[in-house]
């Protein structure tokens, strides 16, 4: 398995994925928009990728980043498992895995200097991007958004995009770093588990899904396959109340909305989520959540 992020012009999205499914989602472009893809780490270290570009009968240009601008090359090929096998290597990190590569400088655009934010400015994003990324589910540009737009008011726009951008980017490696001495498995890892279980059992199971419960109850039947048999789900608020150390609820269901069938998928729930090694708190009243606490919430970084 690459610890990849694969992203293409139709808007699909592969999160690590076997070497096979690269080399045959390289092969695949082509065509009417579906002409490149983009192939980030996991997590994402920014301004570090490799992309390619290609229309039915003619080259594949390839091209890597690995820092500024001035870092970014391309090459052209002729086909497209030389290609994969670029980006295979490149995913794997080997030390050499662009030898013998005629790459050439893409010519792209210095960056423009980008003004120092204000002390108490900087502070105030500082905070609100670091309890954003506890949280854990935002890219790097969900999180730049999230610092331009954090202190607008009518009158005012204090942050650029730039500005926000490098803010986001510098606390998100930091994050990267920090996630590096983490356990090999922690509760939010646990969680993700759980979930996938539920999921295989015909229990539609969705994170951070939407921004509060009421939205999650009226959104959740769209989410899962059509003979799904319930659901469970915690939102944005959920994952907030999580990353400050306050435990976190989880919302069940069974689609028919009898009793009797949300008792049986919140058991269904309390299992799978004390076999991945969960504390689970719940009397078994369908009127209650399921509550997990104490929680150690870290969550991987993704991008």
Same mark, same amino acid.
């Given at each position: 398995?690459? =610890?990849?992020?694969?992203?293409?012009?139709?808007?699909? !999205?592969?999160?690590?994925?076997?070497?096979?499914?690269?080399? /045959?989602?390289?092969?695949?472009?082509?065509?009417?928009?579906?002409?490149?893809?983009?192939?980030?780490?996991?997590? /994402?270290?920014?301004?570090?990728?490799?992309?390619?570009?290609?229309?039915?009968?003619? =080259?594949? #240009?390839? %091209?890597?980043?690995?820092?500024? &601008?001035? !870092?970014?090359?391309?090459?052209?090929?002729?086909?497209?498992?030389?290609?994969?096998?670029?980006?295979?290597?490149?995913?794997?990190?080997?030390?050499?895995? =662009?030898?013998?590569?005629?790459?050439? /400088?893409?010519?792209?655009?210095?960056?423009?200097?980008?003004?120092?934010? &204000?002390? %108490?400015?900087?502070?105030?994003?500082?905070?609100?991007?670091?309890?954003?990324?506890? $949280?854990?589910?935002?890219?790097?540009?969900?999180?730049?958004? +999230?610092?331009?737009?954090?202190?607008?008011?009518?009158?005012?726009?204090?942050? !650029?995009?730039?500005?926000?951008?490098?803010?986001? %980017?510098?606390?998100?490696?930091?994050?990267?770093?920090?996630?590096?001495?983490?356990?090999?498995?922690?509760?939010? =890892?646990?969680?993700?588990?759980?979930?996938?279980?539920?999921?295989?059992?015909?229990?539609?199971?969705?994170?951070?899904?939407?921004? $509060?419960?009421? $939205?999650?109850?009226?959104?959740?039947?769209?989410?899962?396959? %059509?003979?799904?048999?319930?659901?469970?789900?915690?939102?944005?608020?959920?994952?907030?109340?999580? +990353?400050?150390?306050?435990?976190?609820?989880?919302?069940?269901?069974?689609?028919?909305? *009898?009793?009797?069938?949300?008792?049986?998928?919140?058991?269904?729930?309390?299992?799978?989520?004390?076999?991945?090694?969960? !504390?689970?708190?719940?009397?078994? *009243?369908?009127? #209650?959540?399921?509550?997990?606490?104490?929680?150690?919430?870290?969550?991987?970084?993704?991008?």
């Amino acid at each position: 398995m690459l =610890d990849i992020k694969v992203e293409t012009e139709n808007w699909q !999205t592969h999160v690590r994925v076997p070497e096979g499914t690269l080399f /045959d989602l390289v092969r695949g472009i082509g065509g009417e928009d579906d002409r490149f893809l983009v192939v980030q780490r996991v997590p /994402d270290i920014p301004g570090h990728y490799v992309q390619v570009w290609h229309e039915h009968g003619g =080259d594949y #240009q390839l %091209e890597c980043r690995s820092g500024g &601008p001035a !870092t970014h090359r391309r090459v052209m090929l002729g086909s497209a498992d030389p290609v994969a096998g670029l980006m295979a290597r490149w995913a794997r990190q080997e030390p050499e895995w =662009d030898a013998g590569t005629a790459w050439e /400088d893409a010519g792209m655009p210095a960056e423009e200097p980008v003004p120092e934010l &204000p002390p %108490e400015t900087r502070a105030r994003l500082e905070e609100r991007i670091r309890e954003l990324l506890r $949280c854990g589910y935002d890219t790097v540009e969900e999180l730049a958004e +999230a610092a331009e737009e954090y202190l607008v008011t009518d009158e005012e726009r204090p942050v !650029t995009d730039a500005q926000a951008r490098r803010l986001a %980017e510098r606390l998100w490696l930091e994050r990267v770093e920090e996630q590096r001495r983490w356990p090999d498995v922690t509760d939010a =890892d646990r969680l993700e588990r759980a979930f996938a279980s539920l999921e295989e059992r015909g229990i539609t199971a969705r994170e951070h899904f939407t921004c $509060c419960r009421a $939205c999650g109850l009226g959104e959740i039947s769209a989410e899962g396959r %059509e003979d799904a048999r319930g659901f469970v789900f915690f939102h944005a608020q959920g994952t907030e109340r999580a +990353a400050a150390g306050q435990g976190l609820s989880l919302y069940y269901g069974g689609f028919d909305e *009898s009793a009797e069938t949300t008792a049986a998928v919140g058991r269904e729930v309390a299992a799978a989520l004390g076999e991945a090694g969960l !504390t689970v708190r719940w009397d078994g *009243s369908p009127d #209650q959540a399921v509550e997990l606490f104490p929680l150690d919430w870290r969550k991987r970084l993704v991008g």
